[in-house]
């Protein structure tokens, strides 16, 4: 469990790093395909904002990154957990006030990684206390 939990935390991290690099990046090019909602003439307007709200997931990435690379467990576990309960707002914020399918693409994914996170830590404690 331990092995796909680092994995979806790894995936996580790659999705932001996607989105950080289309909203700073490709607003423009790929936002109308993405959003087809969103009025094609206001791409031009918002890509200030758009690069803005990518830096932001870029920051969610590295943190996520630096949580694979934190040997003391109970310290990557803490890491880790505040970065998830970052992308699990934005992603339930970006459902409420954005697109229903952000509830699907970035907060399922965190809430499902965090609970496995839960029940690998609390397995380890059960062997450690056996």
Same mark, same amino acid.
């Given at each position: 469990?331990?092995?796909?939990? +680092?994995?979806?935390? =790894?995936?996580?991290?790659?999705?932001? @790093?996607?989105?950080?690099?289309?909203?700073?990046?490709? /607003?423009?090019?790929?936002?109308?395909?993405?959003?087809?909602?969103?009025?094609?003439?206001?791409? $031009?307007?918002?890509? *200030?904002?758009?690069?803005?709200?990518? +830096?932001?997931?870029?920051?969610?990435?590295?943190?996520?990154? /630096?949580?694979?690379?934190?040997?003391?467990?109970? /310290?990557?576990?803490?890491? *880790?957990?505040?970065?998830? *309960?970052? !992308? +699990? *707002? $934005? =992603?339930?914020?970006? $459902?409420?006030?954005?697109? !229903?399918?952000?509830?699907?693409?970035? %907060? =399922?994914?965190?809430?499902?990684?965090?609970?496995? @996170?839960?029940?690998?830590?609390?397995?380890?404690?059960?062997?450690? %206390? $056996?």
């Amino acid at each position: 469990m331990r092995l796909l939990t +680092l994995a979806l935390i =790894g995936l996580i991290a790659a999705l932001h @790093l996607y989105i950080a690099y289309f909203e700073m990046f490709a /607003w423009e090019t790929r936002g109308p395909a993405v959003f087809p909602d969103f009025p094609k003439a206001l791409f $031009a307007d918002t890509v *200030v904002l758009a690069a803005n709200q990518g +830096l932001y997931n870029g920051f969610l990435a590295v943190g996520l990154i /630096w949580s694979l690379f934190i040997a003391d467990r109970p /310290w990557q576990n803490r890491v *880790v957990t505040c970065f998830l *309960v970052f !992308v +699990l *707002v $934005a =992603g339930l914020y970006g $459902a409420a006030t954005a697109s !229903v399918r952000i509830l699907f693409v970035q %907060a =399922g994914p965190a809430l499902l990684t965090l609970i496995l @996170l839960y029940l690998s830590k609390n397995k380890a404690d059960r062997q450690t %206390a $056996a």
